[in-house]
């Protein structure tokens, strides 16, 4: 039996465990949902001498900006076939300039990031940079029904995102071709502004878009707010050619219609 040991089972990763299971694979995991306890070194141990693959889907630390997972069982993972949940945020500000793997990282407000990206493609993992990931219960579709959509005044700002479940494909996709080790954009084919697919969401729920804010105006956390200072278009080009990915939501129109659909299921 195929055996995977995943660090930090949350949105994503529990998604690309469920898959893996249905096609046979035991799946041993870190994180609330999860079998293992992180700490508790002795028993991941034994996981990790056993398992053939590795995901990773823990984020920096937030003070001290060290991955986690590197610090702790670094050492152990060399020799599996190694993947890691990474962020397109590492790219920075392109001021809406389409980027792709080849782009410099570390320039952006995502140096911790950045870093950690960097240190697990030179243990060489297949390091998937992924932008706003959205998908059934943490979508624009929830944000218009709770009252928390905003749309902001900022003319020309643009933003890649990607549905959960074209993650899970991707990913699925670099196990079954063991794709080179490497970065890989797994983003949608149509980078849009947050407005639009707020506008979007409102009109497959029938109801008017609020009203367009300043950004001082709208009361934003200073995450959220962090996320509207960068303007990039993310290339997919790569994952298509040597994956052979193709998003099954290729833009936030698709995605939202499923999102929809699911949420009235």
């Not at 005044?153 to 670099?174: E, M």
């Not at 009109?203 to 804010?213: A, E, I, K, S």
Request: hydrophobic share 40%; glycine share 10%.
């Amino acid at each position: 039996m195929k055996r995977i040991l995943i660090f930090g089972l949350g949105y994503t990763a529990s998604r690309i465990a469920d898959a893996l299971r249905s096609q046979g694979w035991r799946v041993d995991a870190t994180g609330r949902a999860g079998n293992l306890d992180f700490e508790d070194e002795a028993q991941v141990w034994k996981v990790l001498e056993e398992a053939s693959h590795i995901l990773s889907s823990v984020p920096p630390e937030r003070e001290s900006g060290d991955d986690p997972v590197l610090a702790r069982y670094g050492n152990t993972v060399e020799g599996k076939w190694i993947a890691y949940l990474s962020s397109t945020g590492v790219y920075g500000d392109t001021k809406g300039a389409w980027v792709d793997e080849t782009a410099p990282v570390g320039g952006g407000r995502r140096i911790a990031r950045a870093e950690c990206d960097l240190r697990w493609l030179d243990l060489g993992a297949r390091v998937f940079r992924l932008p706003g990931i959205y998908g059934p219960g943490r979508s624009a579709i929830e944000r218009v029904k709770s009252g928390k959509a905003r749309r902001i005044d900022l003319p020309g700002q643009v933003f890649s995102r990607v549905h959960v479940d074209d993650i899970v494909s991707g990913a699925l996709a670099a196990i079954e071709r063991d794709a080179p080790a490497g970065a890989y954009n797994l983003a949608d084919d149509l980078p849009a502004s947050q407005n639009a697919v707020v506008e979007e969401a409102c009109r497959l729920l029938g109801v008017q878009p609020p009203p367009l804010q300043s950004l001082d105006d709208a009361d934003l956390s200073p995450m959220a707010r962090a996320f509207y200072s960068e303007n990039r278009r993310v290339s997919n080009g790569k994952a298509k050619r040597v994956l052979g990915w193709a998003p099954q939501y290729p833009t936030y129109r698709d995605g939202l219609l499923d999102c929809l659909n699911r949420h009235h299921a």
